[in-house]
């Protein structure tokens, strides 16, 4: 019998959790992760092993390839019980269009100030969906109609953190993005409802900084004509505090509040006295002469900040408003840092100083997520005294709870911080989704923790508040508990009991059954959602069990074919490591890391970086020439990931390099992916070498976060230091993103014509020319078109065939257009889009062909739906016509 690996794995059940003996031995220590040193020295002692027996000559090369995976897998086989689906932590609807279209029409009849609310809430139920930039538009709404100072506050830094933009170099928390109202932290502090001026340059900016400066010196000017004007007046009433007397105007004292004035002109003996004691009434002197100049001067720049703290707790004993007021911003603008803020908050809680207390905890947000692991921090929001404290002075909200435990998820689930600020979140919930996302997250949060009764109490919680996804929650806390089948029986009632059952609920029911159940109920779940990763990971751990690798890579690649993520990513890696595919496997390892640098392998269990560095001994070390050609035949073959993986490599031989850093972003947001994207964007951006550069690359950043003008003027400043590629290409394709009159469209020309008689490399300039015909193509200069997609064909870009396809069809070339496509086809293979768009140049028969196949490489794409729709509307019409002809006619008798 031959003896080779995969006879040797027949025998494992890896869907019953691996049981009985195995050929890899799997190491249990999996809480630490795997160092690079470790493995090796695991390996090296191994093949000592091996190599000290006398028959090591004659060993098999069947032998030496078991030798080589069990090296590489030190942690064994996959197994299913290991990619459980999580519970989601977010508002998730049965019917979603509904319930957004529910937000939709609340929108539509709510007055301005009820706004606000509502976004938040859309932006609750559309976190699931994972786009940032629809995440960060609701939260930009929702800023917009923000009405109070707590609100702007906590939704500016919300803003703020979303963007993360703490990788650009001199980033500061208190500084604002993009110079607009709506992150400025000025203007969070402004009181007052503004929704158009979010969208203006904020005061903070270097144009509006020389008019703020003379107001401040008008202001400084007037305050210095009162002060002299008054300066010499004598005093008519004198405050004694110890052996200090301090002088002062009766009348000015009283003025500043009416239990001051009922004292000083009541029926109060001090009303009839010129000398009255206050040593008493907790202020120093030199408070007391801070207050006088106050009555007079009506500011208080000149004091420092302990007298100012002693003005504001006078103003509080006396209901000094206007005073309290004025310390209140005063204090505000004077906090800098979380130090500061600790300091200032206590006071701001005490008196009630809202505006200061608001400035605490801009800091204490803006600095997050390094300010909840300080315990006085943690003490401020977490505490049950501490959420009535700050409820007091006004600054304890639903958005502020749901902001902080948000950050808090992110950072450790399990912690006892995150569970503390959900328990708060929950008593701030007044609205009903509110309560329905705190219990729901309190579920999922304890079933992290393995506190699996207490998950189930909070699930069930949740639905009985009214969020149905949370019976999954309940479901799989009494799995964990033990009790399968009333898990089950959860789960098939509520799947026999919705009207239109979805994905996650067959999901969720496929854990609770076995064989062919189990499996019929993935199938449907990946039917109705095809976006659920567990179903393809469950059906491919089950293909390995059988023996069928490569069908399981096929499987796993389904899901990463429209949606690319690290898990699914290193399953595929796992897999290719045990079908001896080292290329494979370092080419995915690669690409995940681009995704998510920091990426634990093999379950937790080894860092990403180890996992490369073993396989690159079993690959063909490229140096950065070859790599430049094989990013060239990979670009040419539509292989984002296969780019990505060697631009990592790359980036790994020369890590200061912008310019890849740039290729990177460009890849991740073909693949979608574009929070990794930006984060590339910005390394570029810190890395460059050069003023222009570095302009283009801030450029890129401010038009992906929508702000196109901003984008453009910064294309303008670079091309003002030096003529670029990248300046001309940026200032191109900002201005082509929306629709322009034919004259904008000519400069459009112009400027991609620029561009590409600047130096660049083959893969941009296809690009440009691919962009340039596009627009020509708009113009109606369909010749000129064909030049410019030729001109990239020649010099590999790929897509271009797309676009010579469309010159052939609006010139009544069809057949010609088809061959166009089929070119496409053949080169990148697996390509949904090349499918979809060749359906429109064929006939219906072979469309829908076509059209089937773009939906099973990618059923994230609409145009296949519709189309189909469409027919199926055409054929009832049909069918409805001759129905109505035949019920006109006459009958014989």
């Not at 959420?387 to 006892?416: C, I, P, T």
């Not at 410019?788 to 396809?805: E, F, P, S, W």
Request: glycine fraction near 4%; include cysteine.
């Amino acid at each position: 019998m031959q003896h080779n690996l995969f006879s040797s794995m027949r025998s494992l059940k890896l869907v019953d959790g691996c049981k009985g003996t195995q050929v890899f031995a799997i190491n249990t220590s999996s809480a630490t992760a795997v160092c690079i040193g470790g493995v090796e020295e695991k390996i090296l002692n191994i093949e000592h092993h091996r190599h000290s027996h006398s028959h090591s000559h004659t060993r098999s090369k069947s032998h030496q390839s078991i030798s080589i995976v069990e090296n590489l897998l030190p942690f064994g086989l996959p197994v299913a019980d290991h990619f459980e689906p999580l519970i989601e932590p977010y508002l998730k609807s049965v019917d979603f269009v509904d319930a957004l279209a529910c937000i939709y029409r609340r929108l539509e009849s709510a007055v301005e100030f009820e706004k606000s609310e509502i976004y938040l809430e859309q932006f609750s139920l559309v976190r699931g969906l994972g786009d940032p930039k629809l995440l960060r538009r609701c939260l930009r709404s929702a800023r917009q109609y923000a009405v109070d100072v707590h609100s702007k506050v906590v939704l500016s830094a919300w803003l703020r953190f979303e963007r993360r933009e703490d990788e650009l170099i001199g980033f500061c928390s208190m500084n604002c993005g993009g110079g607009r109202v709506m992150e400025c932290i000025k203007s969070s502090l402004k009181p007052g409802y503004d929704p158009d001026s979010i969208f203006d340059m904020c005061p903070c900016c270097p144009s509006s900084d020389v008019l703020i400066d003379e107001e401040e010196e008008e202001e400084e000017e007037e305050e210095e004509e009162c002060s002299c004007s008054t300066s010499d007046e004598d005093g008519d009433v004198t405050f004694c505090i110890g052996d200090e007397e301090i002088r002062c105007v009766r009348y000015n004292i009283a003025a500043l509040s009416r239990p001051l004035k009922t004292m000083l002109y009541g029926e109060f003996t001090e009303s009839r006295r010129e000398t009255i004691n206050f040593t008493h009434s907790e202020i120093s002197a030199e408070g007391m002469r801070a207050v006088e100049v106050y009555s007079r001067t009506k500011t208080l720049d000149s004091f420092p900040l302990q007298i100012v703290l002693e003005i504001l707790l006078f103003a509080n004993r006396f209901c000094c408003e206007e005073m309290k007021s004025a310390c209140d911003l005063h204090l505000s603008s004077l906090v800098s840092n979380v130090e500061d803020a600790l300091v200032l908050i206590e006071y701001g809680l005490e008196e009630t100083a809202h505006l200061l207390v608001a400035s605490c905890l801009q800091v204490f947000l803006r600095e997050l997520p390094w300010s909840l692991h300080n315990l006085n921090v943690v003490k401020l929001f977490c505490g049950v005294e501490a959420r009535e404290r700050l409820e007091m002075a006004g600054h304890a909200s639903f958005g502020l709870y749901y902001f902080l435990s948000q950050v808090a998820m992110e950072e450790d689930m399990k912690s006892n911080t995150t569970v503390m600020l959900l328990e708060r979140l929950g008593e701030c919930a007044s609205a009903g989704w509110q309560k329905e996302l705190a219990l729901h997250q309190l579920g999922c949060v304890m079933l992290e923790r393995k506190e699996y009764k207490d998950a189930q109490h909070w699930f069930e919680a949740a639905l009985e508040a009214g969020h149905a996804y949370s019976v999954a929650g309940v479901a799989r806390s009494k799995y964990k508990r033990g009790h399968k089948y009333l898990a089950y029986k959860q789960m098939n009632s509520l799947v026999s009991e919705c009207k239109q059952p979805v994905g996650w609920m067959y999901q969720e029911r496929s854990l609770y059954c076995i064989g062919k159940e189990k499996m019929m109920d993935l199938k449907t779940a990946t039917e109705l959602d095809p976006t659920l990763p567990y179903p393809y990971k469950y059906r491919a751990v089950a293909l390995v069990a059988e023996n069928k690798i490569g069908a399981a890579i096929s499987e796993i690649s389904k899901i990463i074919g429209f949606k690319v993520s690290p898990d699914c990513l290193d399953l595929r890696a796992w897999f290719s490591i045990i079908f001896e595919d080292y290329e494979g496997a370092i080419r995915d390892a690669r690409a995940l890391l681009t995704l998510d640098h920091s990426y634990m392998m093999f379950n937790g269990k080894m860092h990403g970086d180890c996992l490369v560095d073993l396989l690159r001994k079993r690959v063909q070390q490229w140096s950065q020439a070859d790599c430049w050609m094989q990013l060239y035949d990979r670009w040419s073959c539509v292989d984002d990931i296969g780019s990505l993986a060697v631009v990592h490599e790359m980036l790994a031989n020369d890590p200061g390099r912008s310019l890849l850093r740039f290729r990177q972003s460009l890849l991740l947001l073909r693949l979608n992916c574009q929070k990794a994207a930006m984060r590339s964007l910005r390394l570029a951006r810190n890395h460059s070498s050069s003023e222009h550069e570095r302009l283009v690359y801030e450029g890129w950043i401010l038009y992906d976060t929508g702000h196109r003008e901003d984008a453009l003027a910064k294309a303008e400043e670079s091309i003002s230091i030096q003529r670029s590629f990248e300046a001309f290409f940026l200032k191109a394709y900002a201005l082509a993103d929306t629709n322009l009159a034919p004259d904008s469209l000519a400069y459009v020309i112009q400027l991609l014509e620029e561009a590409l008689r600047c130096p660049s490399d083959g893969l941009r300039k296809g690009q440009a020319l691919n962009n340039l015909g596009s627009v020509y193509v708009d113009c109606g200069k369909l010749d000129q078109a064909a030049d410019c997609y030729m001109n990239a064909l020649n010099i590999r870009h790929t897509r271009a065939h797309q676009g010579l396809a469309r010159v052939y069809h609006l010139k009544n070339q069809k057949t010609e257009a088809y061959n166009e496509m089929t070119k496409l086809i053949e080169k990148a293979r697996n390509n949904a889009s090349a499918y979809e768009k060749r359906s429109e140049y064929c006939e219906r028969d072979t469309a829908k062909c076509d059209l089937s196949t773009a939906t099973h490489l990618d059923p994230l794409r609409t145009y296949p739906y519709r189309y189909r729709a469409a027919v199926q509307l055409g054929l009832k019409a049909r069918d409805a016509t001759k129905d109505a002809h035949a019920n006109t006619m006459p009958v014989k008798d």
